[in-house]
């Protein structure tokens, strides 16, 4: 028989840097986690990946247990990696900030895309581009579709 889910927790830590100071702690202490145990569990499997931004769905059991799913990290913040960029502008329709192109997009989207609501690459770049572009950030070269 598989167990009752109670709820989820979702949140976005760095790789292998995960400590029981907020937001970790309060988040999973308020449904009675062990934080310690999430936090060695976490950052064991985030090894290859320290300082990326990562989002994980935790998935909370009745019984205290809990299971999560590490996900790739955002398409804003591989994008500011693209760009060498601390942050995008503050006014993106007429303020531009940095530039990527098509082929960087495409690294990005098939990076992404088990995580996307996308059936193919095509419409992952233009989510990606989407995101670049209300970010301040242009794409160059010529579109592939």
């Not at 569990?41 to 205290?64: C, E, H, M, W």
Request: proline fraction near 7%; include cysteine; hydrophobic fraction near 40%.
């Amino acid at each position: 028989m598989a167990k009752e889910i109670k709820g989820f927790v979702k949140l976005q830590i760095k790789g292998g840097q995960a400590n029981p100071a907020p937001p970790i702690g309060p988040a999973l202490g308020s449904k009675g986690l062990n934080i310690m145990d999430f936090c060695k569990q976490f950052n064991a499997r985030t090894q290859d990946r320290i300082g990326k931004v990562l989002p994980v769905v935790i998935t909370v059991y009745s019984d205290k247990s809990f299971d999560f799913i590490i996900k790739t990290p955002p398409v804003a913040t591989q994008l500011l990696d693209a760009t060498k960029l601390q942050k995008g502008s503050a006014e993106p329709n007429r303020k531009k900030v940095g530039s990527v192109t098509w082929e960087q997009v495409k690294l990005i989207a098939e990076d992404k895309m088990p995580d996307l609501n996308c059936f193919t690459v095509e419409s992952a770049m233009k989510l990606v581009a989407g995101s670049a572009r209300s970010m301040g950030i242009t794409v160059s070269g010529t579109s592939p579709f």
